[in-house]
T-cell receptor
Framework: DTGVSQDPRHKITKRGQNVTFRCDPISEHNRLYWYRQTLGQGPEFLTYFQNEAQLEKSRLLSDRFSAERPKGSFSTLEIQRTEQGDSAMYLC???????????????????FGPGTRLTVL | LAKTTQPISMDSYEGQEVNITCSHNNIATNDYITWYQQFPSQGPRFIIQGYKTKVTNEVASLFIPADRKSSTLSLPRVSLSDTAVYYCLVGPLTGGGNKLTFGTGTQLKVEL
């Protein structure tokens, strides 16, 4: 257990429905990431937050996907009008990002949650 | 964007040392190299991270040659529980994910 939790662990939905996933990161972590992983592939970056600010989104991310981190703590990922191609494991990760300007040292170890497996019928 | 190439799979036996090499010919000056381990139905787990030369922690060593165009994850005395997929990531730590991508990974199988 890394301390990152995700809910639900499994979700089955019908094509066209909206789904929302929740991620609770490690409490003091300032960064939160969302990834998607399909069978036999590595995790694919979707988006990330620094505190409550969404700093980056995947260039390939459909506008049916939206994520929030309203208070800089937990985050939600919503998929609207789901398609069968959205079936995947959705992973959340958090990190306590730090950058020491004087030394140039960067610390950004990501801790992953167990994932939410989405099946779109 | 630094593309990484790893062997698709490797087999080993308990007690042996395993070395998994990752090629990243177009690594950028501010890119770091990070390795993750993933078991089925779990999220990836951080193993080790480095910029150059050698890094060692309690579970692995990471060897990075001077040109940084490749790196080798070394797992000493593997056990059955080390059977997993190992991912090499190359990218800047300061940014987000568009420059930091997981490849397809190396499936390591450890047998008795």
């Amino acid at each position: 257990d890394t301390g990152v939790s995700q809910d639900p662990r499994h979700k089955i939905t019908k094509r066209g429905q909206n789904v929302t996933f929740r991620c609770d990161p490690i409490s003091e972590h300032n960064r939160l990431y969302w990834y998607r992983q399909t069978l036999g592939q590595g995790p694919e970056f979707l988006t990330y937050f620094q505190n409550e600010a969404q700093l980056e989104k995947s260039r390939l991310l459909s506008d049916r996907f939206s994520a929030e981190r309203p208070k800089g703590s937990f985050s939600t990922l919503e998929i609207q009008r789901t398609e069968q191609g959205d079936s995947a494991m959705y992973l959340c990760a958090s990190s306590n990002f730090s950058w020491l300007a004087e030394s140039g040292k960067v610390y950004n170890e990501q801790f992953f949650g167990p994932g939410t497996r989405l099946t779109v019928l | 964007l630094a593309k990484t190439t790893q062997p698709i799979s490797m087999d080993s036996y308990e007690g042996q040392e395993v070395n998994i090499t990752c090629s990243h010919n177009n690594i950028a000056t501010n890119d770091y190299i990070t390795w993750y381990q993933q078991f089925p139905s779990q999220g990836p787990r951080f193993i080790i991270q480095g910029y150059k030369t050698k890094v060692t922690n309690e579970v692995a060593s990471l060897f990075i040659p001077a040109d940084r165009k490749s790196s080798t994850l070394s797992l000493p005395r593997v056990s059955l529980s080390d059977t997993a997929v190992y991912y090499c990531l190359v990218g800047p730590l300061t940014g987000g994910g568009n420059k930091l991508t997981f490849g397809t990974g190396t499936q390591l199988k450890v047998e008795l």
